[in-house]
């Protein structure tokens, strides 16, 4: 069965920094997605990155960018110029070849001013 | 405009009581999915539906019912066989099961009196 592992309970960066969450799956499929969600206090999901595996270049969109190293089966979100509404819950999921979609545990994510 | 709609957005549940949450969608999407939320933790996933009629479970089915009658609904329901269902529970959609982001509901925080 495949899992996610998101090893980084919280983490925090300075107002304008970078920061690097990390995410590890487990899987023996070869063709799959990979998501990155946000959760803010209101607890609304909010998609932040999408990586399809079979597509080498890392994905971008805007500040956020994605580090996916398919052999080590990592993939972190690293998101630049860091700004205090990026406050929230950071979650890494995956999709294989079967509708199901799992989800790590989650990084909380501090901005400190 | 479209978008996936959860009601209510919070319920109690009596002991020995069942209880249903809805998620009605508008999106014409295939597949849905419920997740439950624990505090601090990360969803995890309860049933899962490609079409209508069908639905597989997902990591912690036991004390969870669904039904999928129409491709627009996928009602949850939580029965007394569930000892704690105190969580945030979301629902999801996405457009054809296989390759495609989520789209979430805005939550049911369901307690227990």
């Known amino acids: 069965a495949q899992t996610v592992t998101q090893s980084q309970p919280e983490m925090s960066v300075q107002e304008a920094e970078t920061v690097t969450l990390s995410c590890t799956y487990d899987t023996s499929e070869s063709d799959y997605y990979l998501f990155w969600y946000k959760q803010p206090p209101s607890r609304q999901m909010i998609l932040v990155i999408r990586q399809e595996a079979y597509k080498q270049q890392n994905a971008t969109e805007n500040r956020f960018s994605v580090n996916f190293q398919k052999a080590a089966k990592s993939f972190s979100l690293k998101i630049s110029d860091s700004q205090l509404g990026d406050a929230a819950m950071y979650f890494c999921a995956y999709k294989g070849y079967v509708a199901k979609i799992i989800f790590g545990k989650g990084t909380r994510l501090h901005i400190l001013p | 405009d479209g978008g996936i709609t959860q009601s209510p957005k919070y319920l109690f549940r009596k002991e020995g009581q069942n209880v249903t949450l809805s998620c009605e969608q508008n999106?014409?999407?295939?597949?849905m999915y419920w997740y439950r939320q624990d505090p601090g933790q990360g969803l995890r996933l309860i049933y899962y539906s490609q079409i209508v009629n069908d639905f597989q479970k997902g990591d912690i089915a036991e004390g969870y019912s669904v039904s999928r009658e129409k491709k627009e609904s996928f009602p949850l329901t939580v029965t007394s066989a569930q000892k704690n269902p105190t969580a945030f529970y979301l629902c999801?959609?996405?457009?054809?099961?296989?390759?495609?982001?989520?789209?979430f509901g805005s939550g049911t925080q369901l307690s227990v009196l």
């Open positions: 999801a959609s996405s457009s054809d099961g296989t390759n495609e982001k989520l789209f």
């Open positions: 999106l014409n999407h295939d597949a």
